[in-house]
């Protein structure tokens, strides 16, 4: 057996003193005090400070910058468009003739200095060339527009060949 240290009840009672000390002293009944009322008074209506009106870019895109983003887009296109003709047309026709033409959908997004951030190709279900689509797909089009100052997502009609 152990011996027990005698300390370590001295010490709990000792705390325990100290502690109802402090809860008596705080706890207890102020009688020359009385609790001070607390006045709310609501805060003066805040008077509204004109700023300035600072050009910036546009908020809201209006029909002439989507026609002036598809025309520029559509040019865009149409720069690339012997490029899918000699890598992705060309090839696929050698191999099966038919279909002599495919419709297709460029779906392109622009950020607001004009440069291509999204592009999907959407295939005609009628009259697609499964072959056609997944080659140019893999092309790389680093197209640019004019700068619209918003982003801008236009649809272009493209046909091959």
Known sequence: MTASNPSIPVAIVFGSMMIAGALYFGLRERSGERPVPVVVTPMATPVPVATPVVPGPPSVITPEMQAHAFDSARAALESYR????????????????????????????????????????????????????????????????PAPGLPITIEVPFSLP
């Open 82 to 145: 012997a490029e899918f003709v000699a890598r992705c047309w060309n090839p696929a026709v050698a191999k099966q003739p038919e279909p002599a033409w495919i419709p297709l959908s460029f779906n392109l997004a622009f950020g607001a200095d004009g440069r291509i951030i999204g592009i999907g190709i959407a295939e005609d279900h009628n009259v697609h060339r499964a072959d056609v689509g997944m080659c140019m797909r893999t092309i790389p089009l680093p197209l640019t527009i």
